[in-house]
T-cell receptor
Framework: GQQVMQIPQYQHVQEGEDFTTYCNSS?????IQWYKQRPGGHPVFLIQ?????EVKKQKRLTFQFGEAKKNSSLHITATQTTDVGTYFC????????????FGKGTHLIIQP | DGGITQSPKYLFRKEGQNVTLSCEQN?????MYWYRQDPGQGLRLIYY???????QKGDIAEGYSVSREKKESFPLTVTSAQKNPTAFYLC???????????FGNGTRLTVT
């Protein structure tokens, strides 16, 4: 079945440093979605990427979808303490049990 | 405001007892999902439903059961057959299968 690998599992950064998390799918995706989960909270949808090579920005967050639609990245510029949490990618293949397969997430820990 | 309501937030049960977790949505979404989250495991799909009176097993359905008698409601029963039921349970909905998920606040179940 489809697998989505996400790295790193944990990332410690100093406040103000940049952060990047990467997702790789074993199959070509129809779209990829990114979610953020604050400690003690629930995942919240951030963005969906659909087109090959697509790049989208939300303030300090930049999302990319690979040309082959099998990989994606989330980059945060100049992290702030409010960025703390776990970032999940979820790939949609158009098939599979629910059409969405989640990566295991990257835990972002920020040291002030 | 539209959203997903899960109740209760915390639930404690003795081993051997069945327990039902509630999930209600007023987003008029067709698809609903149940995920289990364990530390370091990401989100694993238990059951999903694309339409009333129909549902499918996800990746870890053993020891769980669901019903979808109304569009708004998708309760999950954790049965005594589930060998390791202590976990954080998240309900989600989406307009269609594979589209962005809206999550509830989750129910943290502890079985002793």
């Amino acid at each position: 079945g489809q697998q989505v690998m996400q790295i790193p599992q944990y990332q410690h950064v100093q406040e103000g440093e940049d952060f990047t998390t990467y997702c790789n799918s074993s199959t070509t995706l129809s779209n990829i979605q990114w979610y953020k989960q604050r400690p003690g909270g629930h995942p919240v949808f951030l963005i969906q990427l659909v087109k090959s090579g697509e790049v989208k920005k939300q303030k300090r967050l930049t999302f990319q979808f690979g040309e082959a639609k099998k990989n994606s990245s989330l980059h945060i510029t100049a992290t702030q303490t409010t960025d703390v949490g776990t970032y999940f990618c979820a790939g949609a293949s158009g098939g599979g049990a629910d059409g969405l397969t989640f990566g295991k997430g990257t835990h972002l820990i920020i040291q002030p | 405001d539209g959203g997903i309501t899960q109740s209760p937030k915390y639930l404690f049960r003795k081993e051997g007892q069945n327990v039902t977790l509630s999930c209600e949505q007023n987003l008029n979404h067709d698809a609903m999902y149940w995920y289990r989250q364990d530390p370091g495991q990401g989100l694993r799909l238990i059951y999903y439903s694309q339409i009333v009176n129909d549902f499918q097993k996800g990746d870890i359905a053993e020891g769980y059961s669901v019903s979808r008698e109304k569009k708004e409601s998708f309760p999950l029963t954790v049965t005594s057959a589930q060998k390791n039921p202590t976990a954080f349970y998240l309900c989600a909905s989406s307009a269609t299968q594979g589209s962005p998920l809206h999550f509830g606040n989750g129910t943290r179940l502890t079985v002793t």
